[in-house]
């Protein structure tokens, strides 16, 4: 059984490498389950999260540069992650990351390494060399980090222009707790389908799961302790993984009983899944996605929440009905609302991407238009919390396409409490 440093190890190295473009994907090739595996990823998704600090902090005792080698840079990060915010024993810390490489690399990790544990210290910071880690320890950098804009990107492992651009839209508060909620592993909510008639909660909380309210009855917070997603209560399709913000989106549409509808964007399919419910058993969820595994993914959630029955997963925007009443249009999107789920986005995006993606969704936006009818309404909706992305493009469509803008809601993220996103509600006239 390969060990839960291994696997991060593994899993970064392949990312720098372009191996894989998705952390959460080579974590669960593995053969890891249970605790082991949510180490693997505590490791993997916190350097990814923190890598640019994690450099900052490893150059200070490395003048000649951080080391061209992948393997070498990456136990080097894992070991000052779990230094710096896991508060992991020195001893084991540096001892695991330093067998993670090659015998004849050993030595320069496992000097850097102890100078770093040695330089973190229990107290308040003092100076602007001084980052604050977790439970009030502290490390003083071997140089300034610059003030402002820059030093939060860095300490909250985000593109500098990023973050300048969220500065001309939102105020000091507005960008600290976008960029908060960046770095934060962000909350898991469990929304109850219908099958469970108000019984979940009960049920988790028999089976080990700890659970919080919110201030939507129907959706739950996983707090700890045993995973929801090895019970029963999961695989009988009691409840769906779905952030608040996305069901917002979905709720919009106002789906009807008996009536059709299009989800154009559909997978992975919880946003099919709460309007599958919606239509009840004598409507039709039109789920349109053109690749094949992400259909098969849509349709497994469909007959484990057994809406099987109402819901259609096609692979041709041909294959839609004509004209219905309503139209739900997720596009693809630069993902800025959900950076810390969506962890490799932050290194991904680019100010260019956004524009490019923009002028895509535009086209998606025209495309999904054709298939309300007059009168009838659609939803844009993107995980995105990008002007250009959001309110720019229902501008434009709608000015091209005489649509009626009824409502457009941004939310900016919440760490802990919810993604950032945005919809929009247009009726076709």
């Known amino acids: 059984m390969p060990d839960s440093r291994e696997v991060a190890h593994r899993a970064l190295v ?45 150059e200070g005792w490395m003048p000649r540069g951080l080391p061209k080698h992948p393997g070498v840079l990456a136990a080097l990060r894992i070991g000052v992650y779990q230094l710096c915010f896991l508060r992991t024993p020195k001893h084991a810390a540096v001892n695991e990351s330093v067998a993670l490489v090659p015998v004849e690399r050993r030595p320069v990790i496992n000097a850097v390494l102890r100078r770093v544990a040695d330089s973190i210290e229990h107290r308040p910071r003092l100076t602007s060399r001084d980052v604050v880690l977790a439970d009030g320890m502290c490390i003083e950098l071997n140089a300034d980090l610059p003030d402002g804009i820059e030093r939060l990107a860095i300490e909250n492992g985000l593109p500098t222009w990023l973050v300048r651009r969220w500065a001309r839209h939102h105020d000091e508060d507005g960008v600290a707790a976008i960029c908060a909620a960046a770095i934060a592993t962000p909350a898991v909510h469990l929304r109850e389908t219908e099958i469970a008639e108000g019984r979940l909660a009960e049920r988790l909380t028999a089976d080990g799961v700890a659970i919080a309210a919110t201030e939507d009855p129907t959706v739950l917070r996983w707090t700890g302790d045993e995973s929801p997603f090895s019970t029963k209560a999961y695989s009988d399709g009691w409840f769906v993984v779905q952030d608040p913000t996305a069901i917002a989106a979905a709720r919009a549409v106002d789906a009807q009983r ?64 004509k004209r219905v009443a ?104």
């Open 14 to 58: 392949g990312f720098d490498r372009g191996r894989t473009s998705r952390i959460a994907d080579a974590l669960e090739a593995s053969r890891l389950t249970g605790r082991d595996l949510g180490f693997a990823r505590e490791l993997a998704f916190g350097v990814m999260r923190r890598r640019r600090l994690l450099d900052c902090i490893l």
């Open 258 to 321: 008996g009536e059709i509808v299009i989800d154009f964007c559909a997978a992975p399919g919880t946003k099919t899944m709460l309007l599958a419910e919606a239509v009840c058993a004598d409507g039709e969820v039109w789920a349109f996605d053109p690749v094949v595994a992400r259909r098969n993914r849509i349709m497994e959630n469909a007959t484990r929440c057994r809406v099987a029955d109402r819901v259609r997963a096609v692979a041709s925007s041909a294959e839609l009905p």
């Open 326 to 429: 309503r139209v739900l249009v997720d596009v693809p999107c630069s993902n800025t609302g959900v950076l810390g789920r969506r962890i490799e986005a932050r290194y991904r995006i680019s100010e260019d991407a956004i524009e490019d993606i923009a002028g895509q969704q535009r086209e998606i936006l025209a495309r999904a238009v054709r298939r309300v009818m007059s009168g009838g309404i659609l939803i844009y909706s993107t995980c995105s919390i990008e002007t250009e992305e959001n309110q720019d493009v229902v501008r434009d469509v709608a000015a091209d396409l005489d649509l009626e803008v009824l409502e457009q809601v941004e939310t900016l993220p919440a760490a802990g409490i919810h993604d950032g996103g945005f919809f929009a509600r247009l009726r076709r006239r």
